[in-house]
Structure formats: C-alpha cells, structure tokens
C-alpha cells in the first residue's frame, strides 16, 4: 500500500501508473474520502473513458464512495465533458472522471469535479490526499440500509448532442458545405461529436471511434495526428481535429495539413466568434505564457485581459468570478461561457 499520496499527486491530480502504484485498493479508499466529503444521501456522477484499468479504478472508487451512503450516477463510457455537463443537469453535489494519461500509457488519473462541473483545485486535492495519509480517519461508513444506490442514466448523451445543436446555426453550417476529419483517439468522443456533426450539417469522416486496447504511446501520437493531417489533404475537407482521451482538448489542422497553433486558433475566435465580438469590455482569461502580440490583439479588440495560471478548474472559476466572454489555456483547451 502506498503510505503517501503525495507521490501520486501530479501537478494538482491523482495520476499513477494503474495497478502496480494506482490500485483498486487506493481508488476504493479515494472514493470513502472523497464520499465522506459529502452530506449524507447526496449524489455524484462518475464516468471513465474506454479503458479497463480506468474502467476497474472507477469501480474500486464506486465502492468506496457508495460505502459513505452517497449515490452515483453512473454514465459508463462518456467524455469529461458531458459529465461536466450532467451534473449541473442533475443538480449532482459533484463528480469524479478516470482517463488514461497524456505522458505515459499506463497511468490513470482521476479528476474531480464540484456541484458547478469545475475541476477541483490543488488545494482541495491535497485535502483528499492529506485525508488518506491518516486513513482511516474522518471516513463516514454507514449502516448496510443507508448504502448508496448506483443509477445508470443511458440517454444523457442524446441530451447533450441536442443542447449542443440549440447553440449554432444549423442552416449557416449547412449552407456552407464543409468537410471535417476527425480523431476521436479510440475514446468515447466517437460516440458523441460524429453524430453531432452530422445533426449539424457537416459531412463528417471519423477516425478511431471504437475501443483498442491501450498502447504503449499515447494517443493523439506523432503518427495519429499525421495520419490525420494526411487524409485532410486526400479528402480535400476543411478542417482537421485530433481530440484528446477524455474529449476536453482538441488540435486543430487546416486544409493543407498543417496544424494551427494555439494562438492562432485563439485570436481567430476573438476576431469572428460573434458572441464574443458581441461582449465588448468583457474580460478575455488566458496563460501568462501568451506572446505580447496575441495580448495587444485582444485588448484592441476591446477586451481586458486576466492572465491565470493553468491549474486544474482554475480557468473555470476565473470566468465565473469575472464574468467572462472567453478563456484559452496553452494546453490546447478552450472555453466559451454560452456554450456551458
């Protein structure tokens, strides 16, 4: 057993390598802190991408959270984002999503949410861990009749996709007669944005939306992202996208194949996304590692600016605090208040 969670905590997250120093056995004692957190009889939403060792650290985590008397929404497979989405749908207390690493193959992290589907900050994940480097102190076990349920919820990805449409102009897209690559990264994006392009109007070619086994690289890899880039070219379409594992990052490639940089990508939102160009003297959220160019750009557009550090949900909670118009991290991520 690991003594210290410290050794797990990966700049503000729970990452390990999964079964070897992330067990079940510490998800299940994850879930009984993290359910202790809760009044009792409240209720969160869990979810997981495709893969086995995150799908059996969710389910050590359910154990453990079920045994504080807290109920779980259970979506299975699904991407962050939708389960962002579905707690603030179902007035849920919060929420925890288990997803393959960025870095290293076999490590799995898991991500916590609260009652608004904002990331955890560091410092509450550090009460968790601080929690389990006394376990089992302050854990809640309940009584065998108070143990919480376990609820599936089958049709909230149909309810996402349809309130996603609600937000463009579907006869616009249309009309326009574009072409999309995408790769969804063998994760459950691929059950999601392909039906949404097609709701939409755009012609769609999708690339890894069924479960393979994890590799030994991560994905989007070098050779998936050119891969990609490639059958842009040969299909002539518009536009590529490579999402991430979990569905909440995305790079972006043009129709010669070539990747748009970040901060391209951002100031083509601030000049023509007319929600944005509607909300002058908002505040735009961005990294500090952003070039002075692209800060003269947006405050000549008419918006101050708030430079925040990247850590987890912390974006999130700037444009809540400020009331923003948009936000944009260098970690490929982008967020439009409209939109959720």
Request: proline share 4%; net charge neutral.
């Amino acid at each position: 057993r690991v003594q210290n969670l410290d050794e797990l905590n990966k700049k503000g997250r729970i990452v390990g390598r999964a079964n070897y120093i992330f067990t079940p056995e510490i998800a299940s004692s994850i879930g009984s802190i993290h359910g202790s957190s809760f009044k009792l009889d409240e209720t969160i939403v869990i979810g997981r991408d495709y893969h086995n060792d995150s799908r059996m650290l969710k389910r050590g985590y359910t154990s453990g959270i079920m045994s504080t008397g807290i109920n779980v929404l259970n979506l299975s497979d699904c991407t962050f984002p939708l389960l962002e989405f579905t707690i603030r749908r179902f007035g849920a207390s919060g929420g925890a999503y288990f997803s393959g690493g960025h870095l290293y193959s076999e490590d799995v992290g898991v991500r916590f949410a609260d009652a608004g589907g904002i990331e955890l900050a560091p410092l509450e994940i550090k009460k968790i861990i601080d929690s389990y480097n006394t376990y089992p102190k302050q854990i809640r076990r309940v009584d065998p009749r108070r143990i919480g349920r376990i609820i599936a919820i089958p049709q909230t990805q149909d309810v996402y996709i349809k309130s996603l449409e609600q937000f463009v102009n579907k006869k616009q897209i249309r009309d326009a007669n574009i072409k999309i690559v995408v790769d969804c990264s063998f994760s459950p994006t691929g059950k999601i944005t392909p039906l949404l392009f097609n709701e939409v109007g755009v012609e769609v070619i999708a690339l890894n939306t069924h479960y393979r086994e994890r590799s030994i690289v991560p994905v989007p890899s070098i050779n998936t992202i050119k891969n990609t880039a490639d059958i842009v070219k040969a299909s002539n379409s518009h536009l590529g996208v490579c999402f991430d594992v979990d569905g909440s990052r995305i790079l972006v490639i043009d129709e010669n194949g070539l990747e748009i940089s970040f901060e391209d990508l951002l100031m083509f939102f601030i000049a023509y996304d007319q929600r944005i160009r509607n909300s002058k003297n908002s505040t735009v959220i961005i990294n500090p590692s952003v070039s002075p160019v692209v800060k003269n750009f947006i405050e000549e557009s008419g918006h101050p600016i708030k430079l925040v550090e990247n850590y987890p949900g912390e974006l999130s909670r700037q444009i809540r605090q400020e009331r923003a118009c948009f936000a944009a991290a260098d970690s490929l991520k982008y967020y439009f208040p409209n939109y959720s």
